[in-house]
């Protein structure tokens, strides 16, 4: 199976500008996650969507939103972006509880360097 | 919800040492565990999980131990080579949750 995809891979917007990040999950996973992740600071959860609805969310202010669509592709979207917003945006995707033993393991996506001027 | 703690934030051995990685939860319910290696500008990959039905998990020079009592789970590396190098990070899971609590990460590195 081919694995989780992201695109694009850079960017480079200014601040104030808005930004979409797209995520192919792998062939089959229904569940898309998303994650910041900034020197130091490790992964932190943005959000999680699962059947085009947002199931779980991180502590991240409003300007972060997302989307799944009925193919289970989903997208990212930033607004206003701030200086602090630059960072690797990982997605990653799992089965989502569909094997019934819980707690399934989420595969990565390579992530979008995104660097705000 | 889960809190995940991970030690240490840095960890430094010569080619050949063991090195081990600690991580400890608070969710008594977190039932899966599994570890990510991050090389440089790459994605987390998964390296070896275990779930809590085990005690202990071994993959050639990997191993994971577990125990539920005390809520914490250890990384184990025998034999560390230069391409061990890369930031790991343990996680916690349970069923209904479906998103693991990451911990914080270890920068290992592996002097030749």
């Known amino acids: 199976k081919a694995g989780v995809t992201q695109t694009p891979r850079y960017l480079i917007k200014t601040r104030g500008q808005q930004v979409t990040l797209s995520c192919s999950p792998i062939s089959g996973h229904r569940s898309v996650s998303w994650y910041q992740q900034t020197p130091g600071q490790g992964l932190q959860f943005l959000f999680e969507y699962f059947s085009e609805t947002q199931r779980n969310k991180g502590n991240f202010p409003g300007r972060f939103s997302g989307r799944q669509f009925s193919n289970s592709r989903s997208e990212m979207n930033v607004s206003t972006l701030e200086l602090g917003d630059s960072a690797l945006y990982l997605c990653?995707?799992?089965?989502?509880?569909?094997?019934?033993?819980?707690?399934?393991?989420?595969?990565f996506g390579p992530g979008t360097r995104l660097t705000v001027l | 919800g889960e809190n995940v703690e991970q030690h240490p934030s840095t960890l430094s051995v010569q080619e050949g040492d063991s090195a081990v990685i600690k991580c400890t939860y608070s969710?008594?319910?977190?039932?899966?565990f599994p570890w990510y290696k991050q090389e440089l500008g790459k994605r987390p990959q998964l390296i070896i999980d275990i779930r809590s039905n085990v005690g202990e998990k071994k993959d050639q020079r990997i191993a994971v131990t577990l125990n539920k009592t005390a809520k914490h789970f250890s990384l184990h590396i025998t034999e560390t080579q230069p391409e061990d190098s890369a930031v790991y990070f343990c996680?916690?899971?349970?069923?209904?949750?479906?998103?693991?609590?990451f911990g914080r990460g270890t920068s290992l590195i592996v002097h030749p």
């Open positions: 990653a995707s799992s089965l989502a509880g569909t094997s019934g033993r819980g707690g399934d393991t989420q595969y």
């Open positions: 996680a916690a899971s349970k069923g209904g949750s479906y998103i693991p609590t």
């Open positions: 969710d008594s319910a977190s039932n899966y």
